[in-house]
């Protein structure tokens, strides 16, 4: 991907600037709260390099049940393909937990993955140094913690037919169906090896072989792809030994690719790591191309969070760093991506935490506890820092080559 120059002067009259059509989801419980402060996050990287977004907000999630009784209408996934990129906070309803109900918030999700075809998601996993204290993990494991978790999104256990409750000879009995096909394997197993291969080229493919039929298919896709890639190291773990190497060892993992549950646990479990759900970013990509890179949807790993909801104190790192995946995946911006990471390791550096950063005692010497609203103004703060020196560097540079003003 081309990386854009930086453009502070971007609201200059007649200044060029491209549009990005983007979808809007911000969902349940603290859905909204995240991503409203990436949002704000977003509007100031396009200031500072020139670009600007159209924003179509939708309903989707409990928030879709309660206004049209169901969690995602038609038109609403149509508009998200029809969009470059859709940006979402987190959907989930306590209200709508009951399991015997048919209609759930969460459908829309995976209505969601298989309808744009999202068929990979990629979960990134570092440890900002200054954040080692926050986790559980002993902090000399996680030194050079760096790895990016693919978790195939639309097949496995979360689509196999049959699934449901049905009466059996000896009463109740549910049944969910865990099929992969070749093709689905291959392609997810292939984008891994080409992000292994962009990075420190070793890739881990995790799979329960010894015990699962589509795991002893996964295994043999990724032997068969493996040729392709003579530059990467592979290697097969078992998901159980591979939990728990990623709290004894994690930084031995590079790309770790795996089937839909697995992936859904361990990126949860890898959470711990950087400190806190609320840190960390992901991406669905699918095949399709727009015209400015991948269409893709960008969300928190995190839920909906009802038991800290409206209270302004939910961690909105992981959404904003969701923005700068969009950006990189979606939107061709290479150079703005990297401008927010930097604005989060700027104010994480700053001392600004929100509760979930804290330590379990609450210590908050030489910190600054914020909420939700705050963090998000002080990461814009710190891209409209790097404006600033970006327009400094910008002069100094012209001063220094004697360049007429
Ligand atoms: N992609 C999604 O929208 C998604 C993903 C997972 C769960 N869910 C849904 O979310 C609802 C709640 O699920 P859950 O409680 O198991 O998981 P959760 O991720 O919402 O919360 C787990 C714990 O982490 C904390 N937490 C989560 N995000 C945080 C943040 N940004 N800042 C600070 N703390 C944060 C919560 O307070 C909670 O204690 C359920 O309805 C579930 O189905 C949705």
Not at 66 to 88: I, K, N, Q, S, T
Not at 216 to 239: A, G, K, N, Q
Request: glycine content about 10%; aromatic content about 6%.
């Amino acid at each position: 991907m081309t990386e854009p120059a930086n453009q502070p002067t971007a609201d200059a009259p007649g200044f060029p600037r491209i549009g990005f059509n983007l979808v809007f989801v911000p969902g349940d419980g603290i859905g909204p709260e995240v991503i409203a402060a990436g949002r704000r996050v977003l509007e100031a990287t396009g200031r500072l390099f020139g670009f600007r977004f159209e924003w179509q907000e939708i309903l989707i999630g409990g928030v879709a049940i309660d206004a049209y009784g169901v969690p995602m209408r038609d038109e609403d996934l149509a508009a998200c393909r029809d969009a470059d990129a859709v940006y979402f906070g987190a959907i989930g309803d306590p209200k709508y937990d009951d399991p015997t109900a048919t209609v759930r918030p969460e459908q829309a999700l995976l209505g969601l993955r298989k309808g744009l075809g999202l068929y990979a998601n990629l979960r990134p996993v570092t440890v900002q140094p200054v954040l080692r204290a926050s986790s559980p993990v002993r902090e000399s494991l996680l030194e050079g913690v760096d790895m990016m978790i693919v978790r195939e999104l639309t097949g496995g256990l979360y689509f196999g037919k049959p699934s449901g409750l049905r009466a059996g000879p000896a009463g109740r009995e549910a049944v969910d169906t865990l099929i992969y096909s070749e093709e689905e394997i291959r392609r997810v197993v292939r984008l891994a090896f080409e992000l292994a291969r962009g990075r420190r080229k070793k890739l881990t493919s995790v799979d329960k072989a010894n015990i699962l039929s589509s795991s002893r298919l996964w295994r043999t896709i990724v032997e068969e792809v493996r040729p392709e890639y003579p530059d990467v190291t592979v290697e097969h773990r078992l998901v159980d030994a591979c939990a728990m190497t990623l709290i004894q060892r994690p930084a031995v993992f590079d790309v770790l690719v795996t089937e839909n549950l697995f992936g859904d646990i361990l990126s949860d479990e890898a959470s711990v790591l950087a400190g806190s759900l609320g840190m960390l970013p992901s991406a669905s990509i699918g095949e399709r191309q727009t015209a400015h890179g991948l269409h893709g949807m960008y969300e928190p790993i995190h839920g909906s969070a009802p038991d800290i909801a409206g209270k302004d104190i939910a961690n909105p790192l992981a959404a904003i760093l969701s923005g700068a995946m969009m950006l990189r995946w979606s939107l061709g911006q290479n150079a703005a991506a990297v401008a927010i990471e930097r604005a989060v390791t700027a104010v994480l550096t700053a001392g600004y935490r929100t509760a979930d950063l804290l330590s379990a005692t609450g210590d908050a010497t030489g910190l600054r506890p914020v909420g939700t609203q705050a963090m998000g103004d002080a990461v814009v703060a710190a891209i409209e820092n790097q404006e600033h020196t970006a327009a400094e560097d910008g002069e100094r540079a012209t001063a220094l080559s004697g360049g007429s003003r």
